[in-house]
């Protein structure tokens, strides 16, 4: 890595990161492939497609380690093992979701994929457990400029002809011809004899097959790992931003180059290579907002129409007032009974999802992203508290800044897309700053920024008392829950909930609904750093856990749990989440399982939340006491 | 059985969401008849079209097609059973060229045009056969979305409004296809909000009005309640 000093780095170097770049992209291409082909049929984004990827690579360690069957015979069991497990996921998950919002089918798969990974890593811990090459494809060829493993030669070669294969099929046989009318016009085809529903069940088959089928070729190269599967995923929708979902070739085109171009900028510039394709995401976006290859009408007009992710779950809460005492006693009381630092944690964690809600029940935009501001703004104050020696207000301030630029530029670049887009672009955007985070200096990598100082508030109140600190905590939550009420009850907020139940019919009045959007989604984002900077001051550390992924689907999980646009859902959500974290935390990574079947029990039955069937049970019940058939008190009423 | 009836539609529902679009429509089709339903916009044509062939999303009352119920099959069920539907907004596949969209729909009784015998009839398709269905004319669109169910070897063909929006000279065409396969033997259930056009082609008319059956003009007396006919349609 020396070679770096010098501008031209040693041609086997330079060949080497070639080589892996391919290898990169090979997998790229394959699982993207996949991706587009289920987008462009079902309509959504298989969040599980890391997992099933995954599940192709142990299912090949499980024959050869239990059974002795080898890699050959695995390259075909394993695809049909894991393509007909994603046949039953289909028929009896994904069917029920199609006449629902896509973003369902997305979060659905979601839950899915914690609950796989959740399950294996239990069974076979996060450490990678070695496959070795099959005996045929062993050694190297001497190119003479570098030493080719004949292995790497036949990933790339066999998934390029897998992938023009699959192009082959759908561009260019009658079977894809039924493939394209059905994307295209499903209920036509359907009326033409074609019995699309099978075809829609053995194309998310056929597609999860695909990756599998990557996973297989992966596994002697990578090894199996729990997690190998959403490391990879994030990037692939990142691949497949830049690539436009339409397009099969794009996707294959994408992938290949895409993981050349990280190969290269692993030669010239290490440091970004785990970035660089965010980077070209966001560029791309800037560019051509519909992808590189992304001409095509269809999937813009399939995808883009339906953003709204929370109308029809809009409830009417109880009374604010009701709440907010229910809630500010509850809050003053607590901390004689429960344990504060949890109490503090379930404050951090509800001001957090509070935040989301806002952008997900009131505005229908579903951010994959927001662990970048908790966890952004947790780094900003910890270090500013700590090395800058910040009083604490001063040092959540800039955490909270620090969020909402970060807010800025993710919001920019989402809101040029929409629905599943949005969903995919923000989880992308966010990574990039994981992924900055795990290099930076001040973030001190996997230790975190340890021993913050809580300090004193205003030089006056020591907050490393326990109960100052938690009453401090509890002020700013209540600070946040204030805002994010007046929010949504201005006319601001009224213009928002216009956006999310008829975004044209908004644009249409005259509203310029971007600039609505990107105010929503800023405010989102400071106080979501707002949580983060108290989370960081409550556990004294800002690490890496804050910054990750699941942190944003924690934000998802509470909010959906407790019920999507209520005003008290997610508060419930966060002390259900915060207290599996706090008490389950034992179990390990059954906690991620237990994560993932919430989400599918939520989604698939429970779609308004602890919050929302509780207000709908209690209408009900009021409904059938009064005696006189009146009809249900309009939701308008109650909600003003 | 030149006279048995080859579609018997009785009390015939129909939703959108919550709101109903047909309201008890009853009427039938026999045996290589050409029968028009006509009538104001919005009153229920088309829809009645989509709930025979089971793509409204609620349906009640009863579609007997060769009787054989078939209000509780799914609509590729009912394409087997052998009706064709060439919709109003014709649905031709942006995604696949002319031949593809041709050969789409499966075969799903013998006695089906041949493709040879399709471009026979159409020409202009088959000097277009390998364009994109999207870089199809109007009339081109139209002869396409009738061609594409002729090869299936269905033996009743819904067509909703063939004239719609095209010119003069590529209406008297469709006109004479519909002549063709009325010669063939197969049977015809056309919506229509030309007049005119449908007098020049069918044996019988309904007239639709507020989602039911108003009416029945035989061909015979198409002229002498012609006046009856205008206060029908005339807005």
Known sequence: MSAILDLLPPLPALFGQILIGLINGSFYAMLSLGLAVIFGLLNIVNFAHGAQYM????????????????????????????????????????????RLDHLYGMLLTFGVALVMEGLVRNQYGSTGNPYPEPPS??????????????????????????????WYVIERTRLGAYLRAATENPKLTRAFGINVPRMVMLTYGGGVALAALAGVMAAPIYQVTAQMGSEIIIVVFAVVVIGGMGSIIGAIVSGFVLGLVEGLTKVFYPEASTTVVFIIMAIVLLVRPAGLFGAATRTTAAGESHATAASGLRLSPPTVRNVTIALIATGVLAPWVVYPVFLMKVLCFALFACA????????????????????GASYITAHAVKMWGFDPLLGILAGVLAAGILGLVFGWLAI??????????????????????VQAEFTHNDEGIQAVPRGHLLGLVDLGNALNMYYFVFAVFLLGFWLIHRIIDSPFGGVLKAVRENEPRAISLGYDTDHYKLVAFVLSALLSGMAGALDALVFQLASLTNVHWTMSGHAILMTILGGVGTLAGPIVGALIVAGMENYLATLGAWVTVIDGAIFIVCVMMFRRGIVGEAAVLLRKVRLKRKTEPVLAPSTKGATS | MPDADVLDVRDLCAW???????????????QGEVVTLLGRNGAGKTTTLRAIMGIVERRSGSVCYDGRECIALSSDRIARAGIAYCPEERGIYASLDVEENLLLPPVVAPGGMTISEIYELFPNLQERRRSQGSKLSGGEQQMLAIARILRTGAKLLLLDEPTEGLAPIIVELIGRVIQNLKARGLTILLVEQNARFAATVADRHYIIENGRVADMIAAQEFDERSEKLSAYLGV
Request: hydrophobic fraction near 55%; charge should be positive; charged fraction near 5%.
């Open chain 2, 16 to 30: 959108y969401g919550d709101s109903q679009s047909l309201h008890g429509a009853s009427f039938n089709v026999r």
């Open chain 1, 55 to 98: 599940l192709g690579g142990l299912c090949a360690y499980i024959l050869l380690k239990y059974f002795g069957v080898g890699y050959w015979p695995a390259l075909l069991i394993a695809p049909v093992v894991v393509g007909a497990f994603g046949v039953l996921l289909e028929r009896l998950f994904l069917r029920p979701l199609y």
């Open chain 1, 416 to 437: 040029r897309r929409q629905g599943i887009y949005f969903a995919m672009i923000t989880l992308a955007l966010a990574q990039m700053v994981y992924f900055s985070a």
């Open chain 1, 356 to 375: 989301f809600n806002l952008l997900l029940g009131y505005v229908g935009l579903l951010s994959f992203g927001h662990a970048a501001f908790y966890g």
């Open chain 1, 137 to 166: 494809l062993a050694g190297a060829w001497n190119l003479g400029f570098m030493y080719l493993p004949v292995y790497r030669a036949w990933v790339i070669i066999a998934s390029l002809g897998v992938c023009l294969a699959t």
